[in-house]
């Protein structure tokens, strides 16, 4: 009963913290920058500052869409920030070129990660279906659960190796932002608001995926002791 109290309240959280994050993005996104630069801009120019040249920026359909590619070196981002001349548009643009900084400088936390990625994206389009199984024949076939529960646990250790990831493209993105006064002090500052709720969200993302892995090893526990 604790876990289901537990993963309610993650659930419940991680819609709070979704809402306040794009309410941020929102808000940031109609305050013009002073110097007039669009977040293609801004990225072009992080990527000349760390002399990195071999990395595109390229415009992505859709909203929140805006990443890093790894394989084919490309700095993706939506329409909206790829055009736009705002604060979310620097803010989003110089964090995604943070990714590309650590490629760059081989961070280990992000090499860690790539390596993880094919083996926790085919996981995880069987591990529901297992872990549902799982449930259902836990008194016939126990170890079923238990497989699904170490291929769960791949995507909860995914999501913690992303937090440091993510952390620290935004510290590159802020240091480079600050150092190069690309920002106004009070731009500066939205800036590195937006970037902290964006933060927040792959935390309480972390957080609830420990929780759900630990229920299932509880209904396997328990079922032991039956």
């Known amino acids: 009963m604790e876990f289901i109290i537990l993963g309610i309240g993650a659930f419940v959280l991680s ?13 940031y996104s109609l305050i013009p920058l002073r110097n007039g630069m669009s977040g293609k801009d801004i990225a072009e120019k992080m990527l000349k500052d760390h002399n990195i040249y071999d990395v595109r920026v390229i415009s992505v359909e859709g909203q929140l869409t805006d990443h890093y590619n790894p394989l084919d070196k490309t700095v993706n981002l939506s329409a909206d920030v790829y055009a736009g001349r705002s604060i979310t548009s620097a803010a989003v643009a110089a964090h995604e070129c943070g990714h590309a900084v650590q490629h760059a400088s081989a961070y280990s936390w992000l090499t860690m990660r790539s390596k993880l990625v094919p083996i926790v994206s085919m996981s995880s389009q069987y591990v529901q279906w297992i872990l549902l199984a799982g449930i259902f024949l836990i008194n016939r076939f126990p170890n079923l659960l238990l497989i699904g529960i170490a291929l769960f646990a791949l995507t909860t250790l995914f999501s913690f190796i992303t937090l440091p990831v993510e952390f620290n493209a935004s510290r590159r993105a802020l240091a480079w ?50």
Request: hydrophobic letters at 50%; proline letters at 0%.
């Open 177 to 226: 932002l600050d150092n190069t006064h690309m920002l106004e002090t009070t731009e500066h500052a939205n800036a590195q608001d937006a970037l902290k709720w964006a933060a927040m969200t792959y935390v309480v993302a972390a957080v609830a995926s420990l929780a759900t892995l630990l229920y299932y090893i509880m209904i396997y526990m328990n079922k032991g002791r039956d």
């Open 15 to 27: 819609l709070l913290v979704s809402w306040r994050f794009k309410s941020k993005i929102t808000k």
